[in-house]
């Protein structure tokens, strides 16, 4: 089972959310709160798998909260739902820890898909948005830290996972596109993660682009081979 902690500020918004949790076999309501702090405390008492969370609410926000339930309870991630579709809210989401970003509008297939996905460990880069808004991030002039490949320490098919993970690919997606078992695939990542000693899958999407592996915009170079 996966267990879901919801926060809003608006209690028809919780209800209806928590409605959607319900309808599923598999995932089960823990909590709700109505801004960061008594979020924060849901996550101590609690500790969700998975936190919905709106970006903004009286007090702290969600965003603001984001250190703090991560801190409460490390193994819960935060897919962040929001009506204000602005570049700044999602840059300061992922950069706090944030596992996926949705809008409002986003339908209960949708909802529950981010739920399951990020549930995984995968990163959510659906809907189109949230990629065009990481893109434009990393595609900002970058400081000059030399010629020094940073990714040197990656095998060359780690590197192909690496670009697939840019591309919002899941374990099985990728598995697919390489030919190898999605455990396999779910290995490489973790050794990536690991090697690069970054926190999680967005950070991951954020270091390929950083590093040129992939080009906002593009494709990078991972293909199945022949």
């Not at 970006?55 to 962040?80: N, Y």
């Not at 050794?191 to 592996?213: C, P, S, T």
Request: net charge negative.
């Amino acid at each position: 089972m996966i267990s879901i902690g919801i926060v809003d500020d608006q209690p028809l918004i919780r209800a209806g959310l928590r409605m959607i949790v319900e309808s599923q076999s598999d995932l089960v309501w823990v909590g709700e709160a109505g801004d960061g702090e008594t979020a924060i405390a849901l996550a101590e008492q609690q500790h969700p798998d998975i936190m919905l969370t709106d970006i903004r609410m009286p007090g702290l926000d969600g965003i603001g909260a984001i250190g703090g339930v991560r801190r409460a309870s490390p193994w819960t991630r935060i897919v962040m739902l929001t009506t204000f579709d602005l570049d700044r809210y999602v840059y300061a989401a992922l950069r706090a820890g944030a596992s996926a970003f949705l809008l409002k509008d986003a339908g209960p297939e949708q909802i529950l898909t981010a739920i399951r996905q990020v549930a995984q460990g995968d990163l959510l880069l659906a809907p189109a948005l949230t990629r065009r808004l990481i893109e434009q991030y990393v595609a900002r002039p970058q400081p000059d830290v030399g010629t020094r490949d940073p990714l040197r320490s990656l095998t060359d098919r780690e590197r192909d996972v690496l670009i697939c993970l840019a591309e919002g690919l899941s374990n099985a997606e990728i598995g697919s596109r390489l030919h190898v078992s999605e455990g396999t695939a779910k290995t490489h990542v973790s050794r990536i993660l690991y090697k690069l000693g970054l926190r999680d899958r967005v950070q991951a999407v954020i270091a390929a682009y950083e590093a040129g592996l992939v080009i906002p915009g593009g494709r990078g170079g991972a293909e199945p081979p022949a």
